[in-house]
T-cell receptor
Framework: DAKTTQPNSMESNEEEPVHLPCNHS???????IHWYRQLPSQGPEYVIH???SNVNNRMASLAIAEDRKSSTLILHRATLRDAAVYYC?????????????FGKGTLLTVNP | GAVVSQHPSWVICKSGTSVKIECRSL??????MFWYRQFPKQSLMLMAT?????????EQGVEKDKFLINHASLTLSTLTVTSAHPEDSSFYIC?????????????FGPGTRLTVT
């Protein structure tokens, strides 16, 4: 499986934008870029995913580099409820598995 | 939005007994469900992929005879931890893919905390 690299931790202030980076230099053409987040003692929550083009949804935006070797999850206005571990995961399309391999993720702290 | 439930949310059992954990997709059908385990301060580790109507596919190092998975319907998968031991104490999380969607995103349950005494 292609691997991703994320910073161990990041800090942000409430109501400011947050840019969470992810490097995936060995990504293949059929790999989707997924982002999930996990609050303490809860199951992960789907945030966003994309293949080549930038994506927006109600939770966040995903900016994908032109060569697809990196991406950035953007939270436009961080709130205290956004404090979580954020996972950037590559998942191969097709087939019946769509397995997700979780790395260590980035622990985001949001300061009031 | 897609909702996945797990039951029970927590369970305490004695060493040597078996525990069954249920995972249900409440508002969508899931041909494929996944089971993960998470130890304190660690990331999620995929244990197995559960496919409706067929045998589960286990990840390397996961004992299939110890962690029995049944996916008998499009909305229910169960994980049974047989002959549980204290080292099986962990946070067990399931996820499900919406069969009707092609995007591959998974929806996770809230997790089940198992403590074996």
């Amino acid at each position: 499986d292609a691997k991703t690299t994320q910073p161990n931790s990041m800090e942000s202030n409430e109501e400011e934008p947050v840019h969470l980076p992810c490097n995936h230099s060995t990504i293949s053409g059929t790999d989707y870029i997924h982002w999930y987040r996990q609050l303490p003692s809860q199951g992960p929550e789907y945030v966003i995913h994309g293949l080549t083009s930038n994506v927006n949804n109600r939770m966040a935006s995903l900016a994908i580099a032109e060569d697809r070797k990196s991406s950035t999850l953007i939270l436009h206005r961080a709130t205290l409820r956004d404090a979580a571990v954020y996972y950037c995961i590559l998942s191969r399309s097709g087939g019946s598995n769509y397995k997700l391999t979780f790395g260590k993720g980035t622990l985001l702290t949001v300061n009031p | 939005g897609a909702v996945v439930s797990q039951h029970p949310s927590w369970v305490i059992c004695k060493s040597g007994t078996s525990v069954k954990i249920e995972c249900r997709s409440l508002d969508f059908q899931a041909t494929t469900m996944f089971w993960y385990r998470q130890f304190p301060k660690q990331s999620l580790m995929l244990m197995a992929t559960s496919n409706e109507g067929s045998k589960a596919t286990y990840e390397q190092g996961v004992e299939k005879d110890k962690f029995l998975i049944n996916h008998a319907s499009l909305t229910l998968s169960t994980l049974t931890v047989t002959s549980a031991h204290p080292e099986d104490s962990s946070f067990y999380i399931c996820s499900a893919r919406d069969t009707a969607k092609g995007g591959g995103e998974q929806y996770f349950g809230p997790g089940t905390r198992l403590t074996v005494t």
